[in-house]
């Protein structure tokens, strides 16, 4: 019999230690060694083995001489969920979804296995956590039945590589890879050790059998990817879920793409009958949006390739406290405190014993330069109390010494928001010129903030 070691190894980050210890020396997280067991003889076959079928082995070939063969990727009726993977599904490609307990994960491959299988595609859903009646059960109220969707329960990844060799599909859905074990790897399932080696297998089976591969991966109370970041970069593409459980809009968002942007956002809307994709998002983001209150702006913000117009809220009142409070939700808070000193030094605002509270309303995170206009004006509009016009659109990078800076894709920014019906753009004078603006629209260059406060507050 094989003799056993015994090794400690951090949930998080994968380091290995042959004794205990509080914090882990790789990540410095506390209590994250759990000890496991590993087989020191037998020589157990690396999952790692990218050998093709025929076993011949391969040898090192000069890249020109090498014969690509140009695939279309496969569309789904999804038009959201293309756009996120960067125009479809690509064969032979490992794709993780990641996202809170009951945001729609497992909803949203069952909708898009049918779709995949109505179109001719066999589509194999394996699930971990959920029998193989509950699973129909859950695709009757979703409307889902296909002969080409064959569905199988089991989280030995033995038994699930044999199903895959004996039905050969084009599509493997497998949900989820924390309750996957391999039988040769002595730890828990959901391990860090299991979860690396089965994700390992299935990389595996997909780049040798061009089967794409969605496998479903839960997420720490921090919002990551539970298990090693070795397991974000081995796959082809992250996709993460967002969404407020009280809410019905959800959010996909591709943060790891190997064929494809990594900015795009896909928006859905929970129903009864399941996700259904938002076509026009900036209008779902707009609808509640207060008329003549002051501190609210609109932006027209790039996710990827598609503009977003976005409210940003400010909140300034007087402190309570020796240091005032900056709280902010969808922006970066070291962003909004950059702001708020150029609008102090440059303009003239006294901040300094004011709170500051902004929001992007709708869930959205943004991060691109083009926003900072927008948001300087939503804290001067709140400080002075003085509403903005709700036919205003702001864009605009601020620099430090005050000044407004030209932005990229100004064009599709204005039309967007002439789509909507807005009458004003606020935009970088270095922008005007060049190309064509929509009719029915003002544009308003502006060289800095103090002349966009002027041209909003006070024009």
Known sequence: MAKRKTKFMCQECGYESPKWMGKCPGCGQWNKMVEETESSGGGRKGAFNHSNTTGIKPKATPITSIETISEPRIHTEMRELNRVLGGGVVKGSLVLIGGDPGIGKSTLLLQVSFQLAKIGQSVLYISGEESMRQTKLRADRLGVASENLLVYSETNLEEISLTIEKNDPDFVIVDSIQTVYHPDVTSAPGSVSQVRECTAELMRIAKTKGVAIFIVGHVTKEGSIAGPRLLEHMVDTVLYFEGERHHTYRILR??????????????????????????????????????????????????????????????????????????????????????????????????????????????????????????????????????TRASDCIIGEVGLTGEVRRVSRIEQRVQEAAKLGFERVILPENNLGGWTCPPGITLIGVTSVSEALKAVLEG
């Open 254 to 387: 591709a943060v790891k793409n190997r064929f494809g942007s990594t900015n795009e956002m896909g928006i859905f809307e929970m129903k009864e009958a399941g996700l259904e994709e938002v076509a026009n998002p900036s209008e779902i983001f707009l609808e509640e949006r207060s008329q003549g209150a002051s501190g609210s702006t609109v932006v027209a913000s790039m996710e990827g390739t598609r503009p977003v117009l976005v409210e940003i809220q400010a909140l300034i009142s007087p402190t309570s406290f020796g240091n005032p409070r900056r709280m902010a939700t969808g922006i970066d808070h070291n962003r909004v405190s950059l702001l708020m000193a150029v609008l102090e030094k440059r303009v003239g605002l006294l901040l300094a014993n004011q709170d500051a509270y902004l929001k992007v309303a709708g869930g959205v995170k943004l991060d691109e330069p083009a926003i900072d206009l927008a948001i300087a004006v939503s804290i001067a509009s709140s400080f002075r109390d003085r509403p």
